[in-house]
């Protein structure tokens, strides 16, 4: 099983960057994915999830209305847009894929950092 993150760097603030995240090993569409981040010093948080069936999504507050969640199954991949990135956004981020069937069964990637400055 592999969750492969991509697209982190370093962007100016109200710049946008797009997260991929490769999933192999599964079965993609069985499972709930998810993006977490963490800043230094702080505790890891839920920043969106998208469902497989019917693909309803989720988000932080402090995300809505700049980052979307989605997923395409012919590849495999769940993306994370992030646009009007804020200095606070700053964290590593990780991409989550929890079963939708089997209790207790989830996998993460290894993270990809995000650094918004000026």
């Known amino acids: 099983v592999q969750l492969v993150e991509s697209g982190g760097g370093l962007v100016q603030p109200g710049g946008s960057l797009r997260l991929s995240c490769a999933a192999s090993g599964f079965t993609f569409s069985t499972y709930v994915m998810s993006w977490y981040r963490q800043a230094p010093g702080k505790e890891r948080e839920l920043v969106a999830t998208i469902m497989s069936a019917g693909g309803s999504t989720n988000y932080a507050d402090s995300v809505k209305g700049r980052f979307t969640i989605s997923r395409d199954y012919a590849k495999n991949t769940v993306y994370l847009q992030m646009n009007s990135l804020k200095p606070e956004d700053t964290a590593v981020y990780y991409c989550?894929?929890?079963?939708?069937?089997?209790?207790?069964?989830?996998?993460w990637g290894q993270g990809t950092q995000v650094t918004v400055s000026s």
């Open positions: 989550y894929a929890r079963s939708l069937y089997r209790t207790n069964v989830d996998y």
